[in-house]
T-cell receptor
Framework: DAKTTQPPSMDCAEGRAANLPCNHSTISGNEYVYWYRQIHSQGPQYIIHGLKNNETNEMASLIITEDRKSSTLILPHATLRDTAVYYCLNSYGGSQGNLIFGKGTKLSVKP | GAVVSQHPSRVICKSGTSVKIECRSLDFQATTMFWYRQFPKQSLMLMATSNEGSKATYEQGVEKDKFLINHASLTLSTLTVTSAHPEDSSFYIC??????????FGDGTRLSIL
């Protein structure tokens, strides 16, 4: 079973920031927080990952709480192409970590 | 970013046929490759994990004699569905990772068995 919980769906207006929450209260000390997204009929796309510190890349920002029990993925300016299922996962990373996918959050970006 | 190529993207074949799916990491050496299956409106389910040069480790309930996995090089893994039947119809997705790369996924293979 997945070790994270996410809301099943969210809506966001085009051009606005999309904030996707994730709870991972049982995360262990060496596990990373990973975010992927899956657009219909494609393989999942890697977005970002982090251990303790907040992270930012060209796609998104990842905010991890100090106790590491939850995190938020931020898409700063959502576009229609960001409509997808977003998955938050915990894993040890690299070649050591299996990803256990839950049901994710279906993000719908609306014009 | 890292690129994983999966081929073919779609296969339609008759019941009893064996089907081979290839997964290649194009710009990094993948020490570990993973195979997933996804049924309609469901999430990805891990089938097996393979390390280069070693036998694959299969998840509970996945038949190793039916789903043959070969990971002979650091850039190529193959999944062969042997004697496929309609219930094997699904979306098969591979991923590749290394010590310094998170898992990157291929675009999947939609397998339809008639």
């Amino acid at each position: 079973d997945a070790k994270t919980t996410q809301p099943p769906s969210m809506d966001c207006a085009e051009g606005r920031a999309a904030n996707l929450p994730c709870n991972h209260s049982t995360i262990s000390g060496n596990e990373y927080v990973y975010w992927y997204r899956q657009i219909h009929s494609q393989g999942p796309q890697y977005i970002i990952h982090g251990l303790k510190n907040n992270e930012t890349n060209e796609m998104a920002s990842l905010i991890i709480t100090e106790d590491r029990k939850s995190s938020t993925l931020i898409l700063p300016h959502a576009t229609l192409r960001d409509t997808a299922v977003y998955y938050c996962l915990n894993s040890y990373g690299g070649s050591q970590g299996n990803l256990i996918f839950g049901k994710g959050t279906k993000l719908s970006v609306k014009p | 970013g890292a690129v994983v190529s999966q081929h073919p993207s779609r296969v339609i074949c008759k019941s009893g046929t064996s089907v081979k799916i290839e997964c290649r990491s194009l710009d990094f050496q993948a020490t570990t490759m993973f195979w997933y299956r996804q049924f309609p409106k469901q999430s990805l389910m891990l089938m097996a994990t393979s390390n280069e040069g070693s036998k694959a480790t299969y998840e509970q309930g996945v038949e190793k004699d039916k789903f043959l996995i070969n990971h002979a090089s650091l850039t190529l893994s193959t999944l062969t569905v042997t004697s496929a039947h309609p219930e094997d119809s699904s979306f098969y997705i591979c991923s590749a990772s290394s010590w310094d790369q998170p898992q990157h996924f291929g675009d999947g293979t939609r397998l339809s068995i008639l």
